[in-house]
Nanobody, 117 residues
Framework: QVQLVESGGGLVQPGGSLRLSCAAS????????VGWYRRAPGKQRELVAT???????NYADSVKGRFTISRDNAKNTVYLQMNSLKPEDTAVYYC???????????WGQGTQVTVSA
């Protein structure tokens, strides 16, 4: 069956860094467009970054210049490198993948990122 599993979250001080991973199984992830989303308590889910099957990327204004999305097709994995973290980055981070036909999407269960002194 199809699974997306996020990992790499944790507690970090402001200004610190984390790298999140989204590992896929049951699909050829290299063919998927992938987005990282986050949901903070009491707030709407928001799109953080996207990467196409061809490697084109886009970022939310709030993270541009601090976060980098990338993919390793050999490992069937998409990454989110997060630098210069701020308390407002605290959220559960989810990855989402769309197949080439865009008929549906797959979600992981999320990984918690907490930025606090």
């Amino acid at each position: 069956q199809v699974q997306l599993v996020e990992s790499g979250g944790g507690l970090v001080q402001p200004g610190g860094s984390l790298r999140l991973s989204c590992a896929a199984s049951g699909i050829i992830f290299t063919s998927y467009a992938v987005g990282w989303y986050r949901r903070a308590p009491g707030k709407q889910r928001e799109l953080v970054a996207t990467i196409s099957s061809g490697g084109n990327t886009n970022y939310a204004d709030s993270v541009k210049g601090r976060f980098t999305i990338s993919r390793d097709n050999a490992k069937n994995t998409v990454y989110l490198q997060m630098n210069s973290l701020k308390p407002e980055d605290t959220a559960v981070y989810y990855c989402n993948g769309h197949p080439p036909d865009w008929t549906r999407s797959y979600w992981g269960q999320g990984t918690q990122v907490t930025v606090s002194a």
